[in-house]
């Protein structure tokens, strides 16, 4: 079964802190994936990774950025957060494209709050 | 650019009434859907995507090219049914998903 994982369920932060939200993935999946979840917007894709060391800009990436050191691990960082930040974050994962179960799966969120 | 559009914030309909989330979408390419809900306090996951044409937990859905729709439907709404749902589209590359705003589905006793 997979598992995806990220590394809070809340957090509260003040303007202008770096934040760092880490997700894991345990299915050796070459794509990994950064969302904000906003009511009425749905999701919107901030970041993903293809693949080790690769990024790539999704529709909002302003104000994020992103590292993927490890194939099982993507990190979204808030160089300096604002208000405006405020959301709930949900990272996923999938498979090559081609491969049968190509569909992405979510980790749980993180709900991030700032001040 | 890829788009999908959910109309709907909010459907509420009684327990064993009939539901139909709707769901419409842009696309200049052969268009790969998907329909993932999230219930209260669980992650994501997917309900169904068109290319299995499947039903799963009673839900279907139907593309339709003429009208570039993909509307899920269920016959009889049941309470378990209540959730958050999201219509969602593949591009072309396989490895990017865009998603419609979302509906609450609420289903009433």
């Known amino acids: 079964d997979v598992k995806v994982t990220q590394s809070s369920r809340y957090l509260v932060k003040r303007t202008g802190e770096k934040v760092f939200l880490e997700c894991v993935q345990d299915m050796d999946h070459e794509n990994m ?21 690769m990024k790539e800009k999704g529709d909002i990436p302003e104000g994020y950025s992103v590292s993927r050191e490890k194939k099982e691990r993507f990190s979204l960082i808030l160089e300096s957060a604002s208000t405006n930040q405020t959301s709930m974050y949900l990272c996923a994962s999938s498979s090559r494209p081609g491969l049968e179960q190509e569909t992405q799966y979510f980790g749980p969120g ?3 709050l700032v001040l | 650019a890829q788009r999908v559009t959910q109309p709907e914030k909010l459907l509420s309909v009684f327990k064993g ?8 979408y842009s696309y200049s390419g052969s268009p790969e859907l998907f329909w993932y809900v ?3 306090r669980q992650r994501l996951q ?3 995507r068109h290319i299995s044409r499947e039903s ?6 139907d593309l339709n090219k003429g009208e570039t729709s993909f509307h899920l439907k269920k016959p009889f709404a049941q309470e ?3 959730a958050m749902y999201y219509c969602a589209l593949l591009n072309n590359a396989g490895n990017m998903l865009t998603f419609g705003g979302g509906t609450r589905l609420m289903v009433k006793p």
């Open chain 2, 80 to 82: 378990e049914d209540s």
């Open chain 2, 17 to 24: 009434a009939p539901v139909e989330l709707k769901c419409n």
């Open chain 1, 110 to 112: 993180t709900r991030l």
């Open chain 2, 38 to 40: 999230q219930y209260s």
């Open chain 2, 56 to 61: 799963i937990k009673g839900f279907t859905a």
């Open chain 2, 46 to 48: 997917l309900l169904l």
């Open chain 1, 33 to 53: 994936f950064w969302y904000r979840q906003d009511p009425g917007l749905g999701l919107r894709l901030i970041y993903f990774s293809y693949d080790v060391k």
